[in-house]
């Protein structure tokens, strides 16, 4: 009896430790609404009890609403408990109350780099939307923060969510295939070997509700210039597929050209996007007449272990009727092109294309797709002209929102092995440094002009 009694109490012993060594999610100043989107869905890796610090702001009040919607939907409601403290002296009071965990951030890209060497600084791992920098003067802090986070045995990640859509999955596994895609080109600027461009939109929906965004939003010098925004997912990508897993050093990349334009918003617009009737000071420098201009587009074109890319992000105001964001990627091969297509002929829908050469043997091409059809169970093959379609199943196509939480369940695997894979680090650190670059060099080109 005894010893039963003993081993019972150890069990609970463990248990409550198990319980104990939750991860501590700690939220700073969200701003976005991904902030919100990667508490979507419950991790039993991560601590209900989510603390939140942040100053007083609408942007609180929209992301503490967001949270209890999820909370208190009728499918798979979450169960976050939140604290929240808010006040000007929020990121002193976080430092003061927490002593562990991870620092959440998603909100004014301006503060991020800051927020991130402090956070590093004082012993917590950091969870970043992107962009992690928004200027090239800041980037040295963005090098400094991962030093001292390699000493310091922290994690520094940020949310790259294209990574999960199932249509650019598809496209690395089939880049990996000799026997269908042959080697990456070498291209050149006209003709990338790899090109990818996404197209966005100000007004959207978001888990089902008319996105409210930030004034600040609109301010360059606060979120970032499309060329160090979502540019930064785009360059992800182009590393991530051409060379899986392996470090890009800087000195393995090559600026060729870098641009910048503006998308113009009228007042009705920027009333409609952010339920202000007028400009805040801050973004009266970029208006002409009544029309605020926003620097959110922007194209790289730039080399990578000597092969040729191009990302471009175009932001416009509002999609047509039933469409969305959208995003357009080519792969070229010696045996095959591999194209993302998004338009009226595919409704809009991501679809994959193979589009061959003549060294491309068709058999080939359906014994991979075969193979893949294990890991990605019921995609398969149509013809299509004189290319190829991959066909993939709805239960593939999870969407941007779910992908939050895919990327989330690698930050904790990571997490939990209390490391990096060497080439992300590496990967981050030249992503950075690559759009941070760009807008140096589109800057000065903008000034000669």
Same mark, same amino acid.
């Given at each position: 009896?005894?010893?039963?009694?003993?081993?019972?109490?150890?069990?609970?012993?463990?248990?409550?430790?198990?319980?104990?060594?939750?991860?501590?999610?700690?939220?700073?100043?969200?701003?976005?609404?991904?902030?919100?989107?990667?508490?979507?869905?419950?991790?039993?890796?991560?601590?209900?009890?989510?603390?939140?610090?942040?100053?007083?702001?609408?942007?609180?009040?929209?992301?503490?609403?967001?949270?209890?919607?999820?909370?208190?939907?009728?499918?798979?409601?979450?169960?976050?408990?939140?604290?929240?403290?808010?006040?000007?002296?929020?990121?002193?009071?976080?430092?003061?109350?927490?002593?562990?965990?991870?620092?959440?951030?998603?909100?004014?890209?301006?503060?991020?780099?800051?927020?991130?060497?402090?956070?590093?600084?004082?012993?917590?791992?950091?969870?970043?939307?992107?962009?992690?920098?928004?200027?090239?003067?800041?980037?040295?802090?963005?090098?400094?923060?991962?030093?001292?986070?390699?000493?310091?045995?922290?994690?520094?990640?940020?949310?790259?969510?294209?990574?999960?859509?199932?249509?650019?999955?598809?496209? $690395?596994?089939? !880049?990996?295939?000799?026997?269908?895609? +042959? /080697?990456?080109?070498?291209?050149? @600027?006209?003709?990338? =070997?790899?090109?990818?461009?996404?197209?966005?939109?100000?007004?959207?929906?978001?888990?089902?509700?008319?996105?409210?965004?930030?004034?600040?939003?609109?301010?360059?010098?606060?979120?970032?210039?499309?060329?160090?925004?979502?540019?930064?997912?785009?360059?992800?990508?182009?590393?991530?597929?051409?060379?899986?897993?392996?470090?890009?050093?800087?000195?393995?990349?090559?600026?060729?050209?870098?641009?910048?334009?503006?998308?113009?918003?009228?007042?009705?617009?920027?009333?409609?996007?952010?339920?202000?009737?007028?400009?805040?000071?801050?973004?009266?420098?970029?208006? $002409?007449?009544? !029309?605020?201009?926003?620097?959110?587009? +922007? /194209?790289?074109?730039?080399?990578? @272990?000597?092969?040729? =890319?191009?990302?471009?992000?175009?932001?416009?105001?509002?999609?047509?009727?039933?469409?969305?964001?959208?995003?357009?990627?080519?792969?070229?091969?010696?045996?095959?092109?591999?194209?993302?297509?998004?338009?009226?002929?595919?409704?809009?829908?991501?679809?994959?294309?193979?589009?061959?050469?003549?060294?491309?043997?068709?058999?080939?091409?359906?014994?991979?797709?075969?193979?893949?059809?294990?890991?990605?169970?019921?995609?398969?093959?149509?013809?299509?002209?004189?290319?190829?379609?991959?066909?993939?199943?709805?239960?593939?196509?999870?969407?941007?929102?779910?992908?939050?939480?895919?990327?989330?369940?690698?930050?904790?695997?990571?997490?939990?092995?209390?490391?990096?894979?060497?080439?992300?680090?590496?990967?981050?650190?030249?992503?950075?440094?690559?759009?941070?670059?760009?807008?140096?060099?589109?800057?000065?080109?903008?000034?000669?002009?």
């Amino acid at each position: 009896m005894i010893k039963i009694r003993f081993l019972f109490l150890l069990l609970l012993l463990v248990g409550c430790a198990k319980e104990h060594h939750k991860i501590q999610w700690i939220t700073i100043d969200p701003g976005h609404f991904h902030a919100a989107l990667v508490q979507k869905t419950m991790y039993p890796e991560i601590d209900p009890k989510v603390p939140i610090y942040a100053p007083k702001s609408s942007d609180l009040d929209l992301h503490l609403k967001r949270i209890e919607a999820y909370n208190l939907r009728e499918i798979n409601p979450t169960s976050w408990e939140l604290k929240t403290y808010a006040g000007s002296d929020f990121f002193e009071t976080f430092l003061k109350n927490e002593k562990e965990g991870v620092v959440m951030l998603s909100g004014n890209n301006q503060k991020k780099t800051d927020y991130i060497l402090n956070a590093v600084k004082n012993g917590f791992h950091v969870y970043a939307d992107k962009p992690m920098v928004i200027i090239p003067e800041a980037f040295k802090k963005l090098e400094t923060a991962f030093e001292i986070a390699k000493e310091n045995q922290l994690l520094i990640y940020d949310i790259m969510t294209e990574r999960s859509e199932i249509t650019t999955v598809l496209q $690395k596994e089939l !880049s990996q295939m000799e026997r269908v895609f +042959g /080697s990456l080109i070498k291209g050149t @600027k006209d003709t990338p =070997a790899i090109l990818k461009s996404s197209t966005h939109h100000f007004s959207k929906r978001v888990s089902g509700q008319p996105l409210i965004r930030p004034a600040w939003f609109f301010d360059s010098q606060q979120q970032g210039e499309g060329l160090v925004d979502v540019s930064s997912h785009l360059v992800d990508l182009v590393f991530w597929e051409s060379f899986p897993e392996e470090a890009i050093e800087k000195e393995e990349l090559k600026l060729i050209h870098a641009e910048r334009w503006a998308t113009p918003l009228s007042k009705v617009d920027f009333e409609k996007v952010t339920s202000l009737k007028n400009y805040p000071d801050y973004l009266k420098k970029y208006l $002409k007449k009544d !029309s605020l201009f926003v620097h959110s587009n +922007g /194209s790289i074109n730039f080399t990578l @272990k000597g092969h040729h =890319a191009k990302v471009e992000v175009i932001w416009n105001f509002e999609a047509p009727q039933g469409t969305g964001d959208t995003h357009y990627s080519i792969m070229r091969g010696s045996k095959a092109n591999l194209e993302i297509v998004q338009g009226p002929d595919e409704k809009y829908i991501p679809s994959l294309y193979i589009n061959p050469t003549s060294e491309l043997n068709p058999n080939n091409l359906k014994k991979a797709v075969e193979s893949l059809s294990k890991k990605y169970s019921g995609i398969g093959l149509t013809k299509s002209g004189d290319r190829w379609k991959v066909v993939i199943p709805k239960e593939l196509r999870k969407g941007h929102e779910a992908h939050f939480a895919a990327v989330t369940q690698r930050f904790i695997q990571y997490y939990n092995a209390q490391k990096l894979p060497n080439w992300e680090v590496t990967n981050m650190l030249s992503k950075y440094y690559l759009t941070t670059l760009a807008l140096s060099y589109a800057l000065e080109s903008s000034e000669k002009n």
